[in-house]
């Protein structure tokens, strides 16, 4: 008997376990720490439970991508007005991560960002694992981070969990001297409840989180005094978070062999994205939707298994204009310290001091992503060592992302500059020396991008000692990407990554490892990095004034057209890849402590 043994999900862990023949009375337990570190894979990863993330302070918002501020090699960014964290890993951007939840890609197609289009509650969480390196075979292409959420599952007993987060604004001091700081003070209550359906047959886990987060505006004392002298009215208000957060899963033991799940993740919230400079709540932004999921998985004999998933989402930005509050019935005013000529314009000097009125255009950009996989093992026990056959496809149809503008002022004049009229003294007013107008266009199609990426994959994990083991793949990745705007295809070809990898377990305790691997890691399928074929424009008319009211230029811009074209595109272009080497040493001392140290070199 074993106690107290937690793999978390994703770790391959190795557990000797030495027994002597007793009496039918006899019981032997074996104690020890348990094993902690992976001692087959060379991959670079971090494996954390949901119940660590829950009960750690890491940030006030008591998100799940807290995680991804205690993994090493991660750098983090925050942004008043994107209401979260952004993440970088060795030259990736915020853009080449993929997410998935039990195998279900929840990643936005527009943007793939893993903070603001994914809002999860931590008692959704049952294990967390963070891939940061030596991918293997079968994780999905992504040249940041590969992270992968295992949610709890019901059992035959019901549980539940509430949590309420409280933090006030009052905890925050202001440390910008006649400014303001970015406090924030939120409420949030957390819930989870499992059981069963059907003892022993059907079961279900349901959890969610109603966000309720006022982020606050950082101001410096002198962008207080324009917004109060230029606009006596002006109150401080926060960049408001808003919405409530859902994941559950049902499975069905449909026979000894087979388990059926559904998987339901939703998380469309409200995230206002008002940035220093305006005087009131004008920028709303909605970030996040749906992911639906349904996995099959199969063990037809004791050394094969299989696993099948099919899932949709159309996480995306502003997934209609009612979702942001609609379009502002008034020009944006922007007023600056003062103007001067420039190549036949009047423009602004510096940042805009103050921004009145609403924005003079907002943007709708709903997405979809669709994802069919399935995934085989074979286990060979005698073939100079042991094997794990692995192998699988990863097919996701038909992604699409759309942007559609929509214009202030009923297509008007949407955009005013001005100048004060004493820089020393701002409550002298000011004067507009700037006007633009679209001619009464109300929306227009800017962007609309499509992409297929077919990917197979097969891989062996050979053991021809106990102690060693040899992990080869080949994950070639499909990918075409399409211009459905002006029908143009922007990318059509194969990209190939081989990988190779070893895992060395030094002593015979299994706590310490060695590893190293060689990888080339294609880049995941977003919208924003395929591209289009043309700068799609709205014709504008732009009008300068002199300080008399006297015109002083104006300036038409015609429309873009599909007729005037100005890109083509390399036959032979493909996704974006990255090459790396990677050298590491775990250990796992007493009391459960793991050091892991890595050499990776990436280009």
């Known amino acids: 008997m074993r106690l107290g043994l937690i793999v978390r999900a994703g770790l391959n862990v190795t557990l000797d376990v030495s027994l002597k023949v007793g009496s039918e009375q006899q019981s032997i337990q074996v104690t020890g720490d348990a094993p902690l570190i992976d001692t087959q894979s060379a991959e ?3 494996n954390l439970s949901g119940e660590l993330l829950r009960n750690i302070p890491v940030t006030g918002r008591h998100d799940w991508s807290d995680s991804l501020q205690i993994t090493p090699g991660i750098i983090s960014a925050s942004s008043d007005a994107e209401g979260g964290q952004t993440y ?3 030259g990736s951007e915020n853009e080449n991560h993929a997410t998935l939840v039990d195998g279900m890609d929840i990643g936005s197609f527009e943007q793939n960002w893993p903070s603001n289009t994914i809002s999860i509650a931590n008692e959704s969480l049952g294990d967390i694992q963070i891939k940061t390196g030596a991918n293997d075979a079968s994780s999905p292409a992504a040249m940041g981070m590969v992270i ?6 019901g059992g035959d007993t019901y549980h539940g969990s509430l949590l309420y987060l409280i933090g006030p604004a009052s905890l925050n001091a202001n440390n910008v001297p006649n400014g303001n700081a970015a406090a924030s003070a939120s409420e949030q209550p957390d819930f989870s409840l499992s059981g069963p359906i059907v003892k022993q047959h059907a079961w279900f886990f349901a959890s969610g989180r109603y966000i309720h987060r006022d982020d606050g505006i950082s101001q410096t004392g002198a962008q207080d005094a324009y917004l109060k002298e230029i606009y006596p009215a002006f109150q401080t208000f926060p960049n408001d978070s ?4 859902f994941l559950g899963n049902s499975s069905v033991q449909l026979s000894p062999k087979h388990r059926l799940t559904a998987l339901v993740q939703y998380d469309s919230r409200k995230q206002d994205a008002n940035y220093q400079w305006y005087s009131t709540s004008i920028a709303h932004s909605q970030f996040g939707g749906g992911a639906y999921g349904l996995r099959l998985i199969s063990q037809w004999k004791p050394r094969l298994t299989t696993r099948f998933l099919v899932s949709y989402n159309n996480k995306g930005v502003n997934s209609s204009l009612s979702a942001i509050g609609g379009v502002g019935s008034k020009p ?5 310290l003062n103007d001067t000529v420039s190549a036949g314009k009047l423009v602004g000097q510096g940042s805009s001091l103050v921004t009145l009125n609403n924005l003079s255009s907002v943007s709708v950009n709903p997405a979809q992503k669709p994802t069919i996989s399935g995934d085989v093992t074979y286990y060979v026990p005698k073939a100079w060592g042991t094997h794990e056959i692995g ?6 149809p038909h992604e699409l992302s759309k942007v559609t503008s929509y214009y202030a002022n009923s297509g008007g004049i949407i955009q005013e500059d001005a100048a004060l009229n004493n820089a020393n003294d701002p409550t002298k007013g000011y004067t507009i020396f700037h006007t633009q107008s679209v001619g009464g266009t109300t929306s227009f199609l800017s962007s609309y991008i499509g992409a297929n990426d077919y990917a197979w994959y097969i891989q062996d994990r050979w053991h021809p000692i106990a102690r060693l083991s040899i992990t080869a793949g080949l994950r070639p990745d499909w990918v075409s990407g399409r211009d459905e705007q002006f029908k143009v295809t922007t990318e059509h070809a ?10 060395y377990v030094l002593t015979k305790n299994q706590r310490n490892v060695i590893r190293a691997s060689w990888t080339k890691i294609t880049d995941i399928t977003n919208a924003s990095y395929l591209g289009t074929a043309a700068t799609s424009t709205v014709a504008t008319t732009d009008t300068y004034y002199n300080t008399n009211g006297t015109v002083y230029n104006t300036i038409v811009t015609p429309a873009s057209t599909s007729s005037s074209l100005g890109k083509t595109f390399d036959p032979g272009r493909h996704q974006g890849y990255v090459r790396e080497w990677l050298v590491g040493y775990r250990t796992q001392l007493p009391g459960e402590v793991i050091i892991d140290a890595s050499y990776i070199d990436r280009e």
């Open 148 to 153: 992968n959420l295992a949610s709890p599952v």
């Open 494 to 503: 194969w990209n190939y990554a081989p990988r190779v990898g070893a895992a």
């Open 391 to 396: 192998g699988g496809f990863y097919l996701e």
């Open 242 to 245: 808003r919405g409530f957060v």
């Open 88 to 90: 970088f890993l060795r």
């Open 332 to 336: 944006e005013e922007d007023i600056y």
């Open 44 to 46: 670079q990863a971090v």
